[in-house]
């Protein structure tokens, strides 16, 4: 009897394990806000890592977060490197492309608590009473990763920080920016 148990057990096992296996190995998630303002009023605060601080919300899931920077301080090879005990764990983002008023690409690396490999774009796309900013990442997801997204809703947690984010962002730039105003 006991026999039979334990290979019911873990032919249940394998099923779960091949279920999580045929998760998807490409992962997306996308966000995006208009603010009132010119692009060249947001790109700084997308170019710089020190700015980007000031809206991302990493730092408020994760207090004990500690920040270093290198590099350049803004564009292709500034460098912001994150350390904490607590929910970020350790790695560090790498611009590797930035576009002046259009697009900011990032190269995110995480070390502990696990290793992974991301890619971030930040995109401005003019309209005529603002700018649409995107905030996407993209990554592989190993099999952890696909165990991970069995229990967590990943889009929307990880999309849920990236709204907080953003409307941060807005906050931020049109306090600061002039304003683009439909015509009277």
């Keep these: 009897m006991q026999k039979k148990v334990l290979a019911v057990v873990?032919?249940?096992?394998g099923l779960f394990l091949a279920y999580v296996a045929t998760k998807?190995?490409?992962m997306h998630i996308s966000r995006e806000i208009v603010i009132n303002a010119p692009a060249e009023s947001i790109f700084?605060?997308?170019n710089n890592g020190k700015k980007m601080e000031e809206w991302m919300p990493w730092s408020k899931v994760d207090p004990s977060v500690k920040m270093t920077y290198s590099g350049p301080a803004e564009g292709v090879g500034s460098t912001s490197k994150w350390t904490s005990t607590g929910?970020?764990?350790i790695g560090q983002a790498e611009i590797i492309e930035s576009v002046s008023n259009q697009t900011v690409k990032t190269r995110l690396t995480?070390?502990?608590p696990m290793q992974m490999t991301q890619h971030?774009?930040?995109t401005l796309v003019s309209q005529e009473y603002g700018t649409l900013v995107r905030w996407s990442v993209t990554g592989r997801n190993g099999f952890m990763s696909k165990l991970m997204c069995v229990f967590i809703n990943m889009d929307k947690e990880v999309g849920g920080h990236f709204e907080q984010g953003l409307a941060t962002l807005k906050g931020i730039v049109e306090?600061?920016?002039p304003t683009l105003s439909p015509p009277l």
């Design 110 to 112: 995480y070390t502990k």
């Design 87 to 89: 929910q970020m764990g």
């Design 24 to 26: 998807p190995s490409e």
């Design 10 to 13: 873990a032919v249940l096992i």
């Design 120 to 122: 971030s774009e930040l």
């Design 175 to 177: 306090k600061q920016a």
């Design 44 to 46: 700084p605060y997308l």
